[in-house]
């Protein structure tokens, strides 16, 4: 076996272990974003852009539709975790680990409507962003990913299809912002911190807890 078949074979591999989690997320504007499943009790994460203040409609790949509810959002990281009423579903795993320059790594989502769209590119540089007030920052991941409009909210991953960050935003036309692992681990773990009565206050705290 040559190593483009094997590469390829890999890659249907990821795309195969990745797919199931993707979710189209249907937000306060017209078209769709994308998100993807973090437990398989129904926890969907996506960026908080994507859902405005208003719980949207999630549909699986299975086709099911649903109406979500909007458990927490923090716009300053882009961030929303969303609930849904199943289970049994295929949650999407954060790497443990943090990614390197000239990784190659792969986008998924539904740009301009065209759904489970799978694009690749490399890490650029492991970056540090303004929240939106300003008073504060967090890392970033900057890479040639290609993005659009409906890749937003869609997980970044590695070659091992786990969870690298999610695609937030496109910057100056080539370049892509996703917004890390470690970033959205920590704002799934305060919200259950505060839902539990064990919040603390560190490096920044959800606004939106609902």
């Given at each position: 076996?040559?190593?483009?078949?094997t590469?390829t074979?890999?890659l249907?591999?990821l795309?195969?272990?990745?797919m199931?989690?993707l979710?189209?997320?249907?937000?306060?504007?017209?078209?769709?974003?994308a998100?993807?499943i973090?437990?398989?009790?129904?926890?969907?994460?996506?960026?908080?852009?994507v859902?405005g203040?208003?719980?949207?409609?999630?549909?699986l790949?299975?086709?099911q539709?649903?109406?979500?509810?909007?458990?927490?959002?923090?716009?300053?990281?882009?961030?929303?975790?969303?609930?849904?009423?199943?289970?049994?579903?295929?949650?999407?795993e954060?790497?443990?680990?943090?990614?390197?320059?000239?990784?190659?790594?792969?986008?998924f989502?539904?740009?301009?409507?065209?759904?489970?769209?799978v694009?690749?590119?490399?890490?650029?540089?492991?970056?540090?962003?303004?929240?939106?007030?300003?008073?504060?920052?967090?890392p970033?991941?900057r890479s040639?990913?290609?993005l659009?409009p409906?890749?937003?909210?869609?997980?970044?991953v590695?070659?091992?299809?786990?969870?690298?960050?999610?695609?937030a935003?496109?910057?100056?036309?080539d370049q892509?912002?996703?917004i890390p692992?470690?970033?959205?681990?920590?704002?799934?773990?305060?919200?259950i911190s505060?839902?539990?009565?064990?919040a603390?206050?560190?490096?920044?705290?959800?606004?939106?807890?609902?």
């Open positions: 076996m040559d190593l483009t078949t590469f074979q890999s249907d591999e795309i195969q272990q990745v199931p989690s979710v189209v997320v249907r937000g306060r504007r017209r078209g769709a974003g998100g993807f973090w437990s398989s009790d129904g926890l969907i994460l996506t960026n908080s852009h859902v203040r208003h719980a949207p409609k999630l549909i790949q299975d086709e539709e649903y109406k979500s509810q909007l458990l927490a959002r923090d716009p300053n990281v882009d961030l929303a975790l969303l609930s849904i009423k199943a289970s049994g579903l295929t949650p999407l954060p790497a443990s680990v943090s990614p390197r320059v000239g990784e190659m790594v792969f986008a989502g539904h740009p301009w409507g065209q759904r489970n769209s694009t690749k590119g490399i890490v650029s540089a492991l970056m540090s962003a303004h929240t939106r007030r300003k008073k504060q920052q967090f970033v991941i040639d990913v290609p659009a409906g890749n937003s909210g869609g997980p970044l590695n070659m091992r299809g786990e969870m690298i960050g999610i695609n935003m496109i910057m100056g036309g892509s912002i996703a692992a470690s970033v959205v681990v920590e704002f799934v773990d305060r919200f505060k839902k539990s009565g064990k603390h206050r560190d490096k920044y705290i959800p606004e939106g807890v609902l």
